[in-house]
């Protein structure tokens, strides 16, 4: 868990320094913020919990204001916090513009919101407007209400095949596993996509496109300063009869060219137009990122400036430890954004996938085989450690976030990556919540492994998470990880994110980009305005550095030279 850093910047760099007024105000006001921010996500139920009934909360994440200025941020995205029966982490959502009691109440989320924009930290909340909860009062009520009704029509019901109806109305999978149809108790069926707790919305219903206008503007009135719009490509659905059975339906991330019934239509920029009018009527304009797995050629719509105005790519995160990759995906996903007016987004973790300290530590289960299915394999084993080299893991996660860092665009971060936290995988089956885990038996064990709570003391019922338990458990090797014991080693994990951050803010200048080709085939040079280099060797052999001054690298240098997983900032 060791990096360098040049000591003479030690000065320079304070990741403690106070913001000057003027430059606070100027920072918030900014209307770009967003197009190269450092984005820190928190997953509220696993960061911290203040009342210790295992389950973090808002005021847990007020208390932790000062550790997220502390590295260098520019805005929290919050996943879900809504009125949930976390049937899916969260993202079941009982009401829109409320509070889950469990985390707090809304005088909860405005002291948060107003000490994280003291601390010049802007949120991003995140939105889910494909489906509900099976709990929210529109869906009880299309429950209670005949077929053909205006309550029903908020959502997508229809009738069964066969004599009785008693089949579904397609052969349609759910992501989570299962057929994505749930029967009612008078014969009819809804759709979901997800797990059968989150019915789909018909968003071909205006009252349904109006309720969402309401609740951005309910959000953004509070002060929230841009949305993350999950599964933002699979609102609008065309359901003509006869519906195609799924063999003639192309994935998810396909181009389907806006033909797919339900995954990326054409349809859906619609939509989020509207929602572009409503975040344009404020100052600074709301901002918004699309969560759209679609295929390359079509994410330019979701980041258009009359839309969303963002999307994420995930290409990187689902890349292997592989130069050639890397260096296509940069460069076409740098020119889509060009070209869209956007700029790019950047993640290699969050709250749906295995942790990239592991991914990047495994080995590869066979010679065509993705980092996915790597680690799905491994998970599936329990995690046998003879599998995973941590350390291999760490280097290379350090390596690869200082590039992800250096590229120009947005950099999200997920809560404890900057800790070099590994993916948990020996979880009990009867301590698993993630209903992929219940509903692909066998198949796939679900994503609780990166939703652990945070450690953030060497000790304690729960490393400091809250004091008591913690409502997924925690592995004894987290103590070495806590905050609590990297915060005084200049050397850790969590020094090095510090730093890296810090020099972002300090060396960030206009979104230009150059790759200088003179590198080894397995070296990633590349440079931004004002000098800056980055450099990182993929191969397995230390390789000399150009002329300059070190700033720092994300391993100790060897003999002057950048060893292997190694990246290195100079000037």
């Given amino acids: ?44 139920r696993s960061f911290a ?8 909360d808002l005021k847990g994440i007020t208390s932790r204001i ?90 997508i019901f229809r009738d069964g095949k066969g004599p009785d109806g008693a089949e579904p109305p397609s052969d349609w999978d759910s992501v989570f596993g299962g057929p994505a149809w749930e029967r009612t108790e008078d014969g009819q069926w ?44 699979a609102l609008t659905k065309d359901m003509t009869e006869p519906l195609p059975m799924k063999a003639a339906l192309g994935s998810e991330s396909e181009n389907n060219n806006g033909q797919h019934p339900f995954w990326d239509r054409d349809e859906v920029h619609e939509v989020f137009a509207e929602w572009r009018a409503v975040f344009n009527e404020y100052t600074p304009p709301r901002t918004a990122v699309a969560e759209a797995w679609v295929h390359a050629e079509r994410r330019a719509r979701y980041a258009s400036p009359e839309g969303l105005g963002q999307a994420f790519n995930f290409d990187l995160l689902q890349a292997d430890w592989n130069p050639v990759q890397f260096r296509e995906i940069i460069t076409r996903n740098l020119t889509e954004a060009t070209s869209s007016g956007a700029s790019s987004t950047w993640v290699f973790s969050n709250h749906d996938v295995v942790r990239h300290a592991t991914r990047y530590g495994l080995p590869a289960a066979g010679p065509d085989s993705t980092p996915a299915e790597t680690s799905r394999n491994w998970l599936l084993s329990g995690g046998t450690e003879a599998a995973l080299d941590r350390g291999l893991g760490e ?21 404890g990556e900057e800790l070099g936290l590994h993916e948990v995988a020996d979880i009990a089956d009867e301590d698993r919540q993630d209903p992929t885990f219940f509903r692909n038996t066998g198949v796939d064990v679900g994503r609780d492994g990166c939703r652990v709570p945070l450690p953030w003391t060497k000790d304690g019922a729960s490393f400091g998470f809250g004091f008591d338990g913690a409502h997924l458990p925690q592995p004894a090797w987290f103590g070495e990880y806590a905050v609590e014991v990297q915060e005084g080693d200049p050397g850790s994990h969590l020094s090095f994110y510090r730093r890296a951050l810090d020099l972002r803010r300090e060396l960030q200048g206009d979104e230009d980009f150059t790759w200088e080709d003179e590198s080894a085939a397995d070296v990633l040079h590349f440079t931004r305005p004002s000098g800056w280099h980055s450099i990182t060797n993929f191969g397995s052999a230390p390789v000399d550095l150009p002329a300059g001054r070190v700033l720092l690298s994300s391993s100790p240098l060897e003999d002057g030279k950048l060893p292997a997983d190694t990246t290195a900032w100079l000037v």
Avoid: C
Wanted: glycine share 6%; aromatic share 12%.
């Fill in 395 to 415: 280097r290379r996660a350090r390596a690869v976030s200082q590039l992800m860092l250096a590229l120009p665009g947005s950099a999200y971060v997920y809560q």
């Fill in 1 to 44: 868990m060791t990096s360098t850093v040049n000591p003479d910047l030690d000065s320079a760099v304070d990741a403690t320094a106070e913001f000057a007024p003027a430059a606070l105000d100027e920072r918030i006001q900014d209307p770009n913020w967003w197009r190269q921010a450092a984005v820190y996500q928190i997953y509220p």
């Fill in 49 to 56: 919990d203040s009342n210790g009934d295992g389950i973090g």
């Fill in 66 to 155: 000062p550790y997220l200025r502390s590295l260098g941020i520019d805005a929290v995205w919050l996943s879900p916090f809504y009125p949930s029966a976390l049937a899916d982490g969260g993202y079941d959502v009982d009401d829109y513009r409320d509070v889950d009691p469990k985390l707090g109440t809304l005088d909860d989320f405005d002291e948060m919101i107003a000490a994280l924009h003291e601390a010049g930290i802007k949120l991003i909340a995140d939105i889910v407007p494909n489906h509900t909860s099976n709990r929210h009062v529109w869906f009880q009520e299309a429950l209670a209400s005949p077929k053909g009704s205006a309550a029903r029509n908020r959502y």
């Fill in 190 to 233: 809804y759709m979901h996509i997800f797990a059968r707790e989150q019915p789909d919305l018909n968003w071909d219903n205006r009252e349904v496109r109006d309720d969402f206008l309401t609740t951005l503007r309910f959000w953004s009135d509070r002060g929230v300063d841009g949305f993350r719009v999950d599964v933002a490509h």
